[in-house]
């Protein structure tokens, strides 16, 4: 309180209105979506003239975005569980061992956070058509796995770095095992790092289009590249519709995650000392 007074008027005035107008040019974008999809006319047009739900229901009947959504899922499930698993293995060994190459390891890793996903989309078509292999459903979820793991390793690691170690050296000196100490002491102390990597990487993997434009084919489309076919041939606001209801389900699950497990534990380092 007293640095706020101490602050010049001008920048005590100015700062939250500074603040507000970029809320308001980010979210100006959202609000315009989510009016445009209750647009009755087939055109998409701002503001409606009229209102209607007649494009939220062709969201959930047409047959694209149906097929599209179960690719989606699909390939989502898988791509999350591999990184969870492999991303925790990793973090583990980043955090706990000391090897040659170590930063090297890391900084490959998180890579996909700096290269543009349509470069990791583009190498991985060209080295399939290299070698002759078939673009299934393992094509994508190995791209989808390679772009959201630097999600699931940080959050792990931030787990690990609010982990206190004492508790595990407590138990191994009580006598349980090494699997007997990992499965009842570090799983579920770092239980709420590994559902927020999950729910991260399920995230971000549903969401993937750039780079699944590459490597999808038209049976292992997802929703999102199925989203970019419709738009070259549709202009009706059935898209806004199916964008409010991807801006509703995952502030949902956000909301969610922050309200039971708390992101500020799984995205910030906290003071244990």
């Given amino acids: ?11 005590r005035i100015g700062a939250p209105v500074l603040i507000t107008l970029i809320l308001a040019f980010v979210l100006l974008p959202v609000v315009v979506v989510v009016l445009a999809s209750f647009n009755e006319k087939a055109l998409l047009t701002f503001p409606p003239q009229a209102w209607s739900w007649r494009w939220f229901e062709r969201v959930f009947t047409y047959s694209d975005f149906r097929d599209g959504f179960r690719a ?3 390939v989502t499930f898988w791509s999350s569980l591999l990184a969870l698993v492999i991303g925790t293995g ?6 706990r061992m000391a090897f040659p190459g170590k930063n090297i390891l890391q900084a490959i890793l998180l890579s996909p956070l ?29 791209c989808h796995v390679i772009l959201v793991l630097p999600f699931v390793l940080r959050s792990v690691y931030v787990s690990m ?30 239980a709420p790092g590994l559902f927020g990597g999950w729910l991260f990487a399920a995230i971000m993997s549903f969401s993937e289009f750039t780079a699944s434009l590459f490597v999808t084919t038209q049976s292992t489309q997802t929703l999102p590249v199925t989203m970019y076919n419709y738009v070259r041939e549709f202009a009706d606001p059935t898209l806004a519709a199916l964008s409010v209801v991807y801006i509703v ?20 380092i906290e003071d244990n000392h």
Avoid at 1 to 11: A, D
Avoid at 115 to 131: D, E, K, M, R
Avoid at 252 to 262: D, K, P, Q, V, W
């Fill in 249 to 268: 389900v995952t502030a949902s699950l956000l909301i969610f995650a922050n309200r039971f497990l708390g992101l500020g534990r799984i995205l910030n």
């Fill in 161 to 190: 770095e609010n982990l206190d170690e004492r508790l595990e050296q407590s138990a191994a000196s009580l006598g349980a095992s090494p699997v007997r100490v990992l499965c009842t002491i570090t799983v579920p102390l770092l």
């Fill in 90 to 95: 990793l973090a583990i060994a980043v955090k």
């Fill in 72 to 74: 989606s899922v699909v």
């Fill in 114 to 142: 700096v290269i543009p996903h349509f470069t990791v989309g583009l190498g991985l078509l060209i080295l399939v058509a290299q070698l002759n292999i078939d673009r299934g459903y393992g094509i994508v979820i190995l």
């Fill in 1 to 11: 309180m007293g640095l706020r007074k101490s602050l010049p008027l001008w920048l």
